[in-house]
């Protein structure tokens, strides 16, 4: 297989493992403190390939994982568009930032997800959240370092080698 086609397969590979996480069931216990995985990956490539990973293709993300988990059409998309067009802004950032740095950049972002969700949910009618609702961002940023590092691992085996 050829590095560009490995590439091409990492990327569209990670984006269908991002939605198989997100749809796999979890016991009630731990399912709050299930990190957005489709925001993880939309911020990951949106940092490391921006041009791969573009507002449309976080949108058209948006409403996949919409239509997959029944959740309100349109609300995941915004999310998503809303996260990597800060992650696009603060790009030249953002990379450059230590590690338990962008991971707390990671959790403000995720966060902010977290509070547009709710004026969303709050737009269409729905109540308050309890508590636990705030636990998938820390999740999602505590398993940032590992998962940048491994998506980072299968990058560099994609890149071409120089003679």
Do not use: C
């Not at 990379?95 to 403000?108: D, E, H, I, K, T």
């Not at 636990?132 to 071409?160: H, N, Y």
Request: aromatic residues 12%; without cysteine.
């Amino acid at each position: 297989m050829s590095r560009s086609r490995f590439a091409a397969f990492g990327f569209w590979g990670s984006l269908l493992l991002a939605v198989v996480l997100s749809l796999m069931p979890l016991p009630e216990a731990v399912r709050a403190a299930r990190p957005f995985w489709l925001a993880l990956m939309v911020i990951y490539w949106s940092l490391e390939a921006p041009e791969r990973m573009g507002l449309g293709l976080a949108f058209a993300l948006g409403l996949v994982g919409d239509v997959l988990t029944g959740s309100l059409l349109g609300e995941q998309a915004l999310r998503l568009l809303v996260i990597a067009f800060i992650v696009h802004r603060l790009r030249s950032r953002m990379r450059f930032f230590p590690m338990p740095q962008q991971s707390l950049a990671v959790l403000a972002l995720l966060l902010n997800d977290r509070i547009v969700m709710l004026m969303v949910r709050a737009f269409a009618g729905s109540g308050m959240p309890d508590w636990t609702f705030w636990i998938g961002p820390a999740t999602g940023a505590l398993l940032w370092p590992w998962m940048f590092l491994l998506l980072d691992e299968l990058r560099s085996k994609a890149r071409p080698r120089e003679a």
